[in-house]
């Protein structure tokens, strides 16, 4: 029997929301998904099916299994929140960088540059410990994995990593710092295309126009400008289980207060560790899910906004600095209390510690609030254990990780 004419348009209409590529989520279904992921991580751990299980949904995917050098791909299906489908270079082969030295127009093959440009997916490993510098920024192509498990891998004391107007990036397992500015170079994105690039602004991490990235277990420190910043529409992202040190603007996301474009940004912040010498982390648009994460250092403020963003914390723990002109956790930048008061800023589970404290704002009754607290987040009394091995992680071979 065919279809009334309204129900068709109905599924028309729907369509966008339901295919699984596209980067707009409901933002509340998808900290739901984010809860149940960490409270069945816990049960299991409780219920002893996981002898190493940390209560951590991410690392007890995939790192209990002493084959994970065999299995590397199974990490595509162990991120959580808004960049859960980010699956890299999960259908494609494995590439190995064997040489640390970088061309930015005419990459040699085995060079990390030669393996993120190319077009098809790949997951991409090292054979050995290196410190690659590059001499341009690395522009990604679109469905590739950066794995850096089982050896000690350093991008840094020039330009870093871009992602841009590509998609599918898993970033995971490296060392990002010094990140320096590149630009006024040719650089290549792909075997068919190079083009002249302005100056840059020396992120470890740059996304712009980005979607479905996640940056995990990374060690990022002390870049020119921001550590991870995603900007100009980039959304979809999952910034999890990274250790951040000794920078001043931690992470920009959201390109300027007038790009309203990036109001659909919807970004997962889990499990990370922001450590010592962090100054200030301000994001501007769109929905921020922080959770689990770890706030041992700040210099100005945790948590900042400055164009009506929804900030959902949960589970977290501060610790306030000792000057007391800076306890509190929040800031909104250059920006009213007649203003502020309406946006969507919430703490539930957090601890604040040294007299930290948290200004809430907007409606902290509403419907999808209480939706989004149904499913409480790990205990903030654990955060310290869950995130004690935010960073690289030094993985061997034939061994649990």
Known sequence: MALPLPFMLLLLFLAPSIISSSPIQDPELVVEEVHRSINNASARRNMGFLSCGSGNPIDDCWRCDPNWEKNRKRLADCAIGFGKHAIGGRDGKIYVVTDPGDHPVSPKPGTLRYGVIQEEPLWIVFKRDMVIKLKQELMMNSFKTIDGRGVSVHIAGGPCITIQYVSNIIIHGINIHDCKQGGNAYVRDSPSHYGWRTLSDGDGVSIFGGSHVWVDH????????????????????T??????????????????DTFTQDKNMQVTIAFNHFG??????MPRYGYFHVVNNDYTHWQMYAIGGSAAPTINSQGNRFLAPNDNTFKEVT???????????????RSNGDLMLNGAFFTPSGAGASSSYARASSLAAKSSSLVASITASAGSLKCRKGSRC
């Open 331 to 345: 800031k909104r930048e250059d920006t009213p209390q007649s203003k502020w008061k309406n946006w969507n800023w």
């Open 276 to 281: 010592e010498g962090l100054v200030q982390r």
């Open 239 to 256: 910034i999890s289980n990274n250790y951040m040190t000794h920078h001043n603007k931690v992470m920009l996301l959201g390109h300027s």
């Open 218 to 237: 990374c060690s990022l420190s002390n870049c020119r400008d921001g550590l991870i910043d995603a900007i100009h529409g980039s959304t979809a992202i």
